[in-house]
């Protein structure tokens, strides 16, 4: 038996579902659907089929134990039931398609919103991890979805709560309680991953999908990334190094090196220094 008292936020327990639906779910409110299961390969992948059989934008899906998580370039992993937050959002963007590339950055600062409240300064490593001081502390992954209303993505987002380094057994990752965070509770933090990116999903939408609205400043703000010196691996193998400069209006990461800029749409970034 634990000696823990039960509000820790060390001890685990199942999320609260009637609590987290009636967060959520008002007479004004923009989510339709929130859905708790207590165990599953992905939320992602769960909820891309329930989208494909015409589940509504604002379907919220998570769980207490995700087995089979997946990230960028197909990396899986699995964390111990109750220790982590998975949750995967529907939604129908009605804005131009290469504003999408928004999604995921808008998602991050969902995500370091949620990790601040809980008492630990989160930020952005571009394109999606959320970072502590370079340790890792969760991750995004948007999927585009074909659905009987049109095309729809799946926003996805994990951020590991009371996991230790010693079982994610990943070298400089972390946990929002291994960070000190005295009020990491998964139920909550849930709540307020939802809240936060509802807010900045309103705001990007009725903007048109046009990052000049607020959203590349509130990235900016965020970003562990830029002005920071980096490396870029490219999918094919290839690589480059310079300064993070900037995002351009597709959110691409912009490089300086050589007396150019290169505008990166992908690749796994390596902090090497911290700005001058």
């Not at 008492?119 to 991750?139: M, Y």
């Not at 999903?201 to 009725?206: A, N, V």
């Amino acid at each position: 038996m634990s000696d823990l008292p039960l509000d820790s936020p060390l001890v685990r327990r199942p999320l609260d579902a009637a609590g987290l639906e009636q967060a959520l779910i008002t007479l004004r409110s923009w989510w339709q659907d929130v859905r708790v299961v207590p165990e599953t390969a992905s939320t992602n992948a769960d909820l891309a089929a329930l989208a494909r059989a015409g589940a509504p934008e604002g379907t919220l899906l998570t769980t207490d134990h995700q087995t089979a998580g997946r990230g960028r370039l197909d990396r899986t992993w699995e964390m111990p039931p109750y220790s982590a937050v998975a949750v995967s959002i529907l939604v129908h963007p009605r804005v131009e398609g290469h504003r999408w590339t928004w999604l995921p950055l808008l998602a991050g600062l969902a995500a370091v919103a949620a990790a601040r409240q809980a008492g630990v300064i989160a930020e952005l490593k571009w394109p999606n991890d959320v970072i502590v001081e370079d340790r890792k502390l969760g991750g995004l992954l948007v999927e585009r979805v074909d659905t009987p209303s049109g095309p729809a993505a799946v926003v996805g987002c994990g951020i590991n709560v009371s996991v230790t380094p010693e079982e994610i057994g990943v070298p400089n990752a972390t946990s929002l309680t291994h960070e000190g965070s005295p009020t990491a509770e998964r139920t909550g933090l849930v709540s307020e991953y939802a809240k936060a990116f509802e807010a900045l999903y309103d705001g990007w939408t009725k903007a048109g999908g046009d990052p000049e609205a607020g959203l590349r400043a509130a990235y900016e703000n965020v970003s562990a990334t830029l002005g920071r010196e980096v490396s870029v691996l490219y999918p094919d193998g290839t690589t480059l190094e310079g300064t993070a400069v900037g995002l351009d209006e597709s959110g691409r990461l912009q490089v300086s090196h050589d007396g150019e800029v290169t505008a990166v749409s992908a690749g796994d970034i390596t902090h090497l220094r911290t700005p001058a």
